[in-house]
């Protein structure tokens, strides 16, 4: 079983900035294609990005690249989401996530259904 708690959510303004954490337990941590998710009021949960064991394969949604960037430390079992330039239509709940085959598929990796584990989500307010 995995447990992964997200960080870092808050109020910020149109322009600024957020760094997400999302803290996992076990081991076997490395192993895992890691995912960030978004789910806003009224619509459905949509991808925003996607790491691979090794942080050498990266996957954003279009909404998103240039501004936002996922990484890893292995070490720290953790994942984080560095955003910038947030707009207002970025405010929703963020979710982690964590798909434990290893195998990294870019299209599939925008799939929720493709994940096994979930975090609670941590809210982003973007103010305009």
């Known amino acids: 079983q995995v447990q992964l708690v997200e960080s870092g959510g808050g109020l910020v303004q149109a322009g600024g900035s957020l760094r997400l954490s999302c803290a996992a337990s076990?081991?076997?941590?490395?192993?895992?294609?890691m995912g960030w998710f978004r789910q806003a009021p009224g619509k459905e949960r949509e991808f925003v990005a996607a790491?691979?064991?090794?942080?050498?394969?990266?996957t954003y949604a279009d909404s998103v690249k240039g501004r936002f960037t996922i990484s890893r430390d292995n070490a720290k079992n953790t994942v984080y989401l560095q955003m910038n330039s947030l707009k207002p239509e970025d405010t929703a709940v963020y979710y982690c996530?964590?798909?434990?085959?290893?195998?990294?598929?870019?299209?599939?990796?925008?799939?929720?259904?493709?994940?096994?584990?979930w975090g609670q989500g941590t809210q982003v307010t973007v103010s305009s």
């Open positions: 996530a964590a798909e434990n085959s290893g195998i990294y598929n870019a299209v599939l990796v925008a799939v929720p259904g493709e994940y096994d584990y």
């Open positions: 076990g081991r076997t941590f490395s192993n895992y294609v």
């Open positions: 790491i691979n064991w090794s942080g050498g394969s990266l």
